[in-house]
């Protein structure tokens, strides 16, 4: 061809080449998976094939990957030429590469990543994640950011369930993501010159892909891999024992669960905290691990932890990811002062301990209601809310007055019922706003407006938690209304604990550039005005 055919087919042979590369540069070792829209031939091949089996199919993938390494990638456009030259024809690498990728300028494609043990990630929130985090180096996000430093520049679009269907599951399949209802994150490239194939420029911007995606799988793993941390519970007492909230992360393996458990504490260590809640009852109570600690390794195994109790004032406030290197203990909740240092905790026994992944949610908010856990003994009730989705809030009540209609058996309070403020309507509520503002300042949305507090009244509806200690969802909140506990009325007690901002917090996430643009948009107004 000539002229602007010429030009085309530069373009066709050019996004081919690409394509060749986000198709066969992850291998079974790399610390990520790369996967392009388009499907290989050898995956054509296999779907169509009634005899193909997850073995075959995974083996024939893997042979046509090398060959794509073998014969296109870190190949000179003439070395393919000349290679070319003494094959046969269903041989060439360049029919080979006309079966890849896009018809157009654009290809599309997604990642994923390994563990560090080599296991491959299945959470389509966290491969998000990854996409997201990538995209971003590889784009402008800020007015600060200089694009001619930027090598090249990568897009992106969502895969939602609703609209792509088939398409988003089998993508997800050969990402080795859960096939969920989650929308996916795609990548995409667009080809702006034909000529990026000459001077060997295509591999040096591949290798600088593949540099920004390790770095990015590393924050991955942190964020991801459970590991040794510090860990803060809100305290609860009770009559012969005492109760604590695991203060939970969304966003953080270590931290990604709702836990509940009961356990001990020595004599003086208990009689130190409950002297400092009767001088001081409006104040939160917590107990955080001395050192850092596996919850289900060490604390849940043995039972028992080194722990440090502090207070404070307020109702909530944002955990911080690091503690200080100074001082530890003090500083797990920030702005706290200790109660008792060197606490014995013993007899650490979970009621609840669910986990908070992606999958184990639910995909819609309470209507009509909203659940709580409800444990304790028939003398000393406490509520905790049920964390269904994310983002959400935390909302916890101490010594809460339970009125119903029939009694509660103690065995049942034991084990974690579920109770139902009935009436909140929780899907309208959520998202809720910043700690601050939900229990700060004056208007709407201040302290005494805000509808979890002290002394607030609401019907309830008592359940049987149907499911184990440590069951995942999604569907925990759902009850047999045939097998209602009780009916009645509860009130909230002095110790009230709110938090909507530490439960939700990334603690990778990179500061927001919304405020910037919205000043560089407004000087823009400005100037046109």
């Known amino acids: 061809p000539e002229g602007y055919g010429a030009l085309m087919a530069e373009v066709c042979f050019t996004i081919s080449r690409l394509s060749a590369h986000w198709a066969a540069m992850s291998t079974k070792t790399s610390s990520f998976i790369c996967v392009p829209l388009n499907l290989l031939p050898s995956e054509r091949k296999a779907i169509q094939d009634p005899n193909t089996t997850s073995e075959s199919y ?86 600060e950011d200089d ?61 600088i892909f593949q540099e920004v995606v390790e770095k990015e799988v590393e924050v991955c793993r942190k964020r991801n891999e459970t590991m040794e941390n510090h860990h803060s519970f809100i305290l609860q007492d009770g009559p012969d024992k005492i109760y604590l909230i695991n203060r939970s992360m969304f966003y953080l393996a270590s931290r990604r669960r709702q836990l509940i458990a009961s356990a001990n504490l020595d004599e003086k260590s208990l009689n130190t905290y409950r002297d400092a809640k009767k001088n001081n009852p409006k104040e939160s109570y917590f107990l955080s691990t001395a050192q850092k600690e596996d919850i289900s390794k060490t604390i849940l195994s043995d039972g028992a932890f080194e722990a440090v109790i502090t207070s404070k004032s307020g109702y909530g406030s944002c955990l911080p990811f690091a503690p200080s290197p100074k001082d530890h203990r003090t500083n797990i909740i920030p702005n706290s002062k200790t109660i008792a240092q060197n ?42 809310h049920m964390l269904l989705l994310a983002p959400n809030i935390q909302l916890s009540a101490s010594n809460v007055t339970l009125s119903v209609d029939s009694p509660i058996p103690a065995e049942k309070l034991k084990n974690g019922c579920i109770l139902y403020l009935d009436g909140v309507q929780e899907s309208a509520m959520q998202p809720f706003l910043p700690t601050s503002h939900l229990v700060g300042g004056t208007g709407p949305t201040s302290a005494n407006n805000f509808f979890f507090q002290a002394g607030k009244r609401f019907k309830v ?15 925990l909140g759902d009850v047999d209304y045939g097998k209602r506990l009780a009916t009645g009325e509860v009130v909230l007690g002095g110790e009230i604990w709110v938090d909507s901002e530490g439960v939700n917090r990334d603690p990778f996430k990179r500061p927001s550039q919304t405020a910037k643009w919205r000043e560089e948009f407004n000087k823009i107004g400005k100037e046109l005005e």
């Open 461 to 475: 509806s008592v359940f049987e938690d149907r499911y184990g200690i440590d069951a995942g969802g999604p569907g």
């Open 343 to 384: 606490v014995h905790v013993k007899s650490f026994t979970a009621i609840k301990d669910r986990p908070l992944n992606s999958k184990y949610r639910d995909h819609a908010y309470p209507s009509g209601h909203m659940p709580f856990y409800l444990y304790g003994t028939p003398s000393c009730l406490h509520i905790d």
């Open 58 to 143: 995974a083996q024939a993938v893997d042979q046509e990957k090398q060959l794509i390494r073998d014969r296109v990638l870190n190949k000179s456009n003439q070395e393919i030429i000349d290679e070319d030259a003494g094959r046969p024809t269903e041989e060439k690498a360049m029919v080979l590469l006309r079966a890849l990728g896009s018809d157009l300028n654009i290809n599309a494609f997604a990642l994923n990543f390994r563990y560090s043990d080599g296991t491959v990630n299945d959470d389509v929130e966290e491969a998000n994640y990854l996409n997201r985090r990538v995209v971003e180096v590889l784009s402008v996000d800020s007015p």
């Open 147 to 207: 694009a001619t430093k930027i090598p090249f520049f990568l897009t992106s679009t969502e895969f939602e369930h609703e609209l792509y269907g088939d398409c988003a599951k089998h993508f997800k399949k050969r990402l080795g993501l859960a096939e969920d209802e989650v929308s996916l994150f795609v990548l995409r490239n667009v080809l702006m010159t034909p000529f990026p194939t000459e001077g060997n420029f295509i591999d040096k911007m591949v290798n």
